[in-house]
């Protein structure tokens, strides 16, 4: 049973970054989709970015691209997401989740419990 663990978060002011770390156990993030996705109170959840690293292969949102990057550590079996130039829009709730490649991917099996990420202007 594969278990994610995600940390990192945080309360920043806008214009900060954080990098958000999801431990995966039981999976081999080198050669799977994962993803990451948030919710913000009030909405539904968004994906956000997806890695494919077997190909190299990535997906932003248009909400998040060119500012947030994610990457993998093989050795580490760990997943990462950098936010960098945070707004007051992306406070939400991140969570990493697996398989998911990008939008078209059908909806991930398992979630981690979630990161809060807070911006304040």
């Known amino acids: 049973h594969l278990q994610l663990v995600e940390s990192g978060g945080g309360s920043v002011q806008a214009g900060g970054s954080l990098r958000l770390s999801c431990a995966a156990s039981e999976y081999t993030v080198s050669t799977r989709c994962m993803g990451w996705f948030r919710q913000a109170p009030g909405k539904e959840r968004e994906g956000i970015a997806g890695i494919y690293p077997r190909y190299g292969e990535t997906y932003y949102a248009d909400s998040v691209k060119g500012r947030f990057t994610i990457s993998h550590d093989k050795s580490k079996n760990t997943l990462f997401l950098q936010l960098d130039n945070l707004q007051s829009e992306d406070t939400a709730l991140y969570y990493c989740?697996?398989?998911?490649?990008?939008?078209?991917?059908?909806?991930?099996?398992?979630w981690g419990q979630g990161t809060q990420v807070t911006v304040s202007s």
């Open positions: 989740a697996a398989p998911w490649c990008g939008s078209w991917s059908s909806p991930p099996s398992y």
